[in-house]
């Protein structure tokens, strides 16, 4: 007999018989971690029922929302495994961040190309730093309000806490972002993954997954 999950069906943006893009809200971890709580994981397995194995190609910290992929077919996972490290997998994320960005290039966007490393005083934490990692990503402002920009992020390489870092590197930290000096009104991370898109590596076709801003963010349309 299964255990029920308490919390609701999990919305599936995108399914197919090899793989499906779930809907994660903050606050929940995509993989179990040892202490019995519920994942996204459960969830979407209780979903499909019994015998289900799906197995999470992306993930997010536990205060970001946004679009998760899953595995379903054992024999193909490989397959949507070598295009997640290949970074044939283009992301893009909403945040809301304190203060003006960089100016933008001529096409609109902000690169930023920083190695991360681990921050060898809070293990909690990682930072910018010569000895890293190469990490870039690029940042496209949307729309102003008061002191807050919201933004789009776009994944070029992907290490922990990316955006976070290198958001707070410029000076712009996420708003809900106490790890790297964010402010906090109550609303959490303002950070949500909105657009996941890939050749299907079974089908060849060009799967583009999208997600609606969450209605934490009050942003206005």
Not at 42 to 60: F, Y
Not at 100 to 109: A, F, Q, T
Not at 186 to 214: K, Q, Y
């Amino acid at each position: 007999m299964q255990t029920a999950i308490p919390y609701e069906e999990p919305v599936i943006l995108w399914r197919d018989s090899y793989a499906l893009a779930a809907d994660k809200p903050a606050g929940l971890l995509v993989h179990a971690d040892g202490s019995g709580t519920v994942t996204l994981t459960d969830i979407v397995r209780n979903h499909l029922g019994e015998g289900a194995r799906p197995q999470a190609l992306n993930r997010l910290d536990v205060p970001t929302s946004g679009i998760v992929l899953f595995s379903l077919d054992k024999a193909t996972q490989p397959a949507f495994d070598a295009i997640v490290a290949g970074h044939a997998m283009s992301k893009r994320y909403w945040a809301v961040v304190d203060g003006r960005l960089p100016k933008p290039g001529p096409d609109g966007w902000v690169l930023i190309d920083a190695s991360i490393a681990r921050d060898r005083h809070n293990a909690r934490r990682m930072r910018v730093g010569r000895t890293g990692k190469q990490a870039c990503t690029r940042i496209r402002p949307l729309a102003r309000r008061g002191r807050r920009t919201l933004v789009e992020a776009e994944l070029i390489t992907g290490r922990k806490h990316q955006i976070r870092v290198h958001l707070a590197h410029v000076g712009c930290p996420i708003v809900g972002d106490e790890l790297y000096g964010g402010t906090c009104d109550g609303g959490g991370l303002m950070l949500h993954a909105h657009e996941l898109a890939f050749d299907h590596p079974i089908t060849g076709e060009c799967i583009v997954v999208r997600s609606e801003m969450p209605t934490r963010f009050n942003w206005p349309n």
